[in-house]
T-cell receptor, first 112, second 110 residues
Framework: DTEVTQTPKHLVMGMTNKKSLKCEQH?????MYWYKQKAKKPPELMFV???????INESVPSRFSPECPNSSLLNLHLHALQPEDSALYLC???????????FGPGTRLTVL | KQEVTQIPAALSVPEGENLVLNCSFTDSAIYNLQWFRQDPGKGLTSLLLIQSSQREQTSGRLNASLDKSSGRSTLYIAASQPGDSATYLCAAFNAGKSTFGDGTTLTVKP
């Protein structure tokens, strides 16, 4: 298995909803990443996990809450989002930090 | 803070042409530089990774070079095809994270 999977593919939520994005890889990678990408912009790093521990938090608002329950799974819990949070959310993994990153297909999030 | 710039922002070429995409970065203390392609609305596909100790990497019609001292990388695409049309992004890795350029949108016309 050489891919990163993300669910759901699309998500529409209201500003009072709570939802979660899920990312999974079975390549034995020990670093996992969340990125946010707005239209026609490059991905912006949100969080980095290394060996299931939060390594980098790029000053992301607390309405985004990451979780790494094991070495294969990475979740992003969403609560009280704003319309400007609508974007493509990308997950990536690498063997270790500084190794080649592999990206999932993303979750297209729309906040109404 | 690392800053990554890609030139040009957009490029349109006829099929069969060889072309070069440019990437520059301000902090030369990088661990690696990675090139990606992204199709509209999709995730990123890794094309080539160059470690800081390497000068170039090749995969098929693609060749990427790295000059850390000048803070530059280039992606060379030989014999371009319409299927190469996409946005190409470079990302410099240092301080535990990747910083992306804004990308070059390539259109290859049949």
């Amino acid at each position: 298995d050489t891919e990163v999977t993300q669910t759901p593919k699309h998500l529409v939520m209201g500003m009072t909803n709570k939802k979660s994005l899920k990312c999974e890889q079975h390549m034995g990678h020990r670093a996992m990443y969340w990125y946010k990408q707005k239209a026609k912009k490059p991905p912006e790093l949100m969080f980095v996990y290394s060996y299931e521990k939060l390594s980098i938090n790029e000053s992301v608002p607390s309405r985004f809450s990451p979780e790494c329950p094991n070495s294969s799974l990475l979740n992003l819990h969403l609560h009280a989002l704003q319309p400007e949070d609508s974007a493509l959310y990308l997950c990536a993994s690498s063997h270790r930090l500084s190794n080649e990153q592999f990206f999932g297909p993303g979750t297209r999030l729309t906040v109404l | 803070k690392q800053e990554v710039t890609q030139i040009p922002a957009a490029l349109s070429v006829p099929e069969g042409e060889n072309l070069v995409l440019n990437c520059s970065f301000t902090d030369s203390a990088i661990y690696n530089l990675q090139w990606f392609r992204q199709d509209p609305g999709k995730g990123l596909t890794s094309l080539l990774l160059i470690q800081s100790s390497q000068r170039e990497q090749t995969s098929g019609r693609l060749n990427a070079s790295l000059d850390k001292s000048s803070g530059r990388s280039t992606l060379y695409i030989a014999a371009s095809q319409p299927g190469d049309s996409a946005t190409y992004l470079c990302a410099a890795f240092n301080a535990g994270k990747s910083t992306f350029g804004d990308g070059t949108t390539l259109t290859v016309k049949p």
